[in-house]
């Protein structure tokens, strides 16, 4: 029973350069969380999403980033244009239903180590 | 703006002895806790959680304790064991979807 899978674990790019950073839910989880972790920091949520919709994208920054989970294939998150501020760990947890109401715990993956040179 | 809050960036305790990590709240609309442990380069781990109609909740050697009134909650460990050793996250979460977490605090149990 496979975990939540992200890949790549790490990334480097240069300034301006776009990063793709992917997640694939754990089995029978329809609902992806993307977190940034900062140095020092802990994981500050930036977007919700389900198959093919975007829930709640308010701790997404307004430009460059953006995120997608299309019907089929991965969750991905995409940052244009990356900036050396943009260097962090992106996590991605999912859970089986959405946790408004609910009890339901995220679990999360290994985190994608992205580097901005 | 920080809602949780663990004020303790490190703890050290012996092995077999108790750990009791803390964490703080401002958001009274909070209703759900979790304790989630990592380890360097990986992801966060799910430890245990507890809803507020609750005031403790236990599995094992973690107990988490919730205080509502002084928006508080903890995690017990008992006994600490050597692979214990790891940063733990506090987050909380209110009607919506996203969890808010702690800055963390990093635990060592030595031999």
């Known amino acids: 029973n496979a975990g939540v899978m992200q890949n790549p674990r790490h990334l480097v790019r240069r300034r301006g350069q776009e990063a793709r950073l992917r997640c694939s839910p754990m089995?029978?989880?329809?609902?992806v969380y993307w977190y940034r972790q900062l140095p020092e920091e802990g994981l500050k949520f930036m977007v919700y999403?389900?198959?093919?919709?975007?829930?709640?994208e308010s701790g997404m920054p307004k430009e460059r980033f953006s995120a997608e989970f299309p019907k089929e294939g991965p969750s991905i998150l995409r940052i244009q244009q990356v900036v050396r501020g943009d260097s962090a760990a992106y996590f991605c947890?999912?859970?089986?239903?959405?946790?408004?109401?609910?009890?339901?715990?995220?679990?999360f993956g290994p985190g994608t180590r992205l580097l901005v040179l | 703006d920080q809602q949780v809050k663990q004020n303790s960036p490190s703890l050290s305790v012996q092995e077999g002895r108790i750990s009791i990590l803390n964490c703080d709240y401002t958001?009274?609309?909070?209703?759900?806790f979790l304790w989630y442990k990592k380890y360097p380069a990986e992801g966060p781990t799910f430890l245990i959680s507890?809803?507020?109609?609750?005031d403790k909740n236990e599995d094992g050697r973690f107990t988490v304790f919730l205080n509502k009134s002084a928006k508080h909650l903890s995690l017990h460990i008992v006994p600490s064991q050597p692979g214990d050793s790891a940063v733990y996250f506090c987050?909380?979460?209110?009607?919506?979807?996203?969890?808010?977490f702690g800055k963390g605090t990093s635990l060592l149990v030595t031999p």
């Open positions: 089995k029978g989880h329809s609902h």
């Open positions: 507890i809803s507020s109609i609750k």
């Open positions: 999403l389900q198959k093919e919709n975007i829930i709640d």
């Open positions: 987050a909380a979460r209110d009607s919506g979807y996203a969890l808010n």
């Open positions: 958001n009274s609309m909070f209703d759900y």
């Open positions: 947890a999912s859970s089986p239903t959405t946790l408004a109401g609910g009890g339901e715990t995220q679990y």
